[in-house]
Structures are given as structure tokens and as C-alpha cells.
């Protein structure tokens, strides 16, 4: 199966796959566990991340960190950022806040009629049993006066929701830590941008079993250092990911509404869509969401996560290289020396084993 197949047979289960607020933990796992089934069998047995030659770096490795770091950090600004439909948000919040709809609205429950089942899964009962009965007591006048209190304040929603949508797009790149991987060790270019030009190194990784320890606890919704971790392939794609809906619920949390939020696995979704410019890095993305306290933004690193082995750029230093070296020997891991083939016609890096 090819890569951009699989990929999308990926985005079609991520898209259907919904997880409300108020899920149990049963049900959580019932509804991952096709995508979580597709992701397994398909994640390849050597995923690679690229390095340059520093310090930090050259710890990370000996102690066998992995560090994550939020999407604002990336170099496409495009990256996590997901688009809207602002006119059909405007519409929406113009149209009920119309004294048509309240007036038909009072007539609806006048006659014994009640909210939509959907609004219930949304907002708690005794808010809209409250508001439905102010609607329905509610004189004419009252009506009208609301009309004209609303009509002032409809040129000023278009500014609010551009201020809220402003801070959820920000929200998004700063709600989960990722650590990227790739596919491909012989790419030129994922070694010219992500390892110094052909002077730094790769890492392999099997990341087949990987799963955060929060992600069973049962103490997940409350625990404010809760963070919960999977491995996923990106989407590459012309369109960005469509987040209308979770703006709303962002937009409603951010007045005081008491909503519920109808996908917590929407920010996950946003941050797995990327410009099919980008398809050539073959892109693998292990995601530590932080589930409760979005303010936290403290780096994130995942301890004794061990490569199993390491390639060398084609133009790495002779002191860099030996620094490795010695960390690999410790280790016990395999050793690789990238090197570009002057017979070959095409334009591929090669590597030979050490």
C-alpha cells in the first residue's frame, strides 16, 4: 500500500471519529480503537528524527530523552492552523439572536414543545429549562426591547469573534507537545533542513508501542498533570482542517456559557493537518496532548525512549562524529555513515552500515 493511500484512509477514520466531553473511559477506547487498530498496523518498524550537532542535543541522546515541543515553534507558520467559516459563526449568532426566532421559539414551547435532544447533550438541563421558561413567560414588550438591545451590539460580534478566534488559534499550537519523526533516512532535503545541511545526525525509532501513562488513568479528567500521547501519521493536504465547530464551543466557553465540548479529539485533528507541499517528509507525529491545564507551558521531554540506531550526515565533523560514536558504543546500538553515491543517477542519499 502506498504511503498517500494509507494516509488517506487514515484521514477518513480520524474525521469520523468523534469523542464527547463527558465520555467514560470505556467509551473512549471503544470509539479510538478502529483508528488506533489502523494506526498500529501500519506504523513503521523505523521512524527517524533528525538532529543537528549540539549540545543539548548530544545530551538528549546519551540520556535518552525525547523532547517535544508546541506547534508555534515550527517553521510553517501554516502548520496546526486550522480555518473557519466566520460568516456562516456570524449568521448563526445573528439569527438567533433575532426577536423572530425568540418570538417563534415562545410560541414553540408555549404549545408544549421543547428544545432540540441535541442542545441537551450540549448544554446542562437546568440551563435551558431556565431559559425556557423566561422565553415563555416573556411579553411582547419585553421582545421587542430585546431586539433593540441586541440590534446595538451586531456591528461589535464580527470584532469579538475575531479576538476569540485570534486566542483558539493560539490555544491550538500551545495544547499539545509533538516530537516529529520521518519515513525516509535517504531524503536530501530532510537532511539539508533538519540536520544542519548533511552536518548532523538521524535517530531511529520504534515507536509501534508507545503510549503515555495517563492515557488508562482513572484519575484523567481531574488530574491537572494529565497528558496523553499517541503516535500519527500526517495529513497532507491542499485544504486546512475545518475547526467551525470547536471554535464555537471556544467561542462560548470564552463568554461564560456553560457548553460542552462535542470533540475532544478536535485540537488532535488540528494538529495533524499540514500543506501537501510538505508530503515529501513523510511525516510520523508523536503527540502529547495536555488534557486539563492549557495554560501550563512548560517544555515537555519523554524519558527512556531508546534509539536503536544512528546515521551520520554525509558531512558531519570528524570531533562530532567521534562524540556520537561513543554514546552509540555504550549504548549498543547500530551505527550508519550516509554517503552520496557519485555513480548513482539519482538524487538520493545512501547509507552503509559501521
Known sequence: MSVQHYRIEFKELLEKTFLPEDISNEERNEKLLPLSKHIYEHTPSRLF??????????????????????SDKFNDPYDCLFRYDKEGLLRSIIMGMSKDVVFALRDHF???GLFPDLLYTVYPKELLENA?????????????EYARQTEKIKEKIGGIIDKITN?????????AFIACFSEDIHSV????HYADSHKGFALEYDLRAFQMRCVNCNQLKQCKKAAVGNVYPVIYDNKRYDATDFLAYYIGKSIGLPIKYSDTFAVSKCQLYKSSQWSYEKEWRLIINKMNDFQD???????HLSPNAIYYGTKISSINKKIL????????ILEYQMYIDNKSYNYSVKCQKI
Open 49 to 70: 528524527r533528525y538532529r543537528d550537532c549540539s549540545e543539548m542535543n548530544f545530551d538528549a541522546f546519551n540520556e535518552d530523552k525525547l523532547f517535544a515541543v508546541t
Open 110 to 112: 408555549r404549545s408544549g
Open 132 to 144: 425556557k421558561d423566561s422565553i415563555m413567560n416573556a411579553s411582547d414588550e419585553m421582545i421587542e
Open 167 to 175: 486566542e483558539a488559534v493560539e490555544s491550538v499550537k500551545q495544547m
Open 189 to 192: 532535503r530532510m537532511w539539508s
Open 297 to 303: 507551558k512548560t517544555p515537555t521531554c519523554i524519558y
Open 325 to 332: 560514536h561513543q554514546i552509540a558504543q555504550e549504548k549498543g
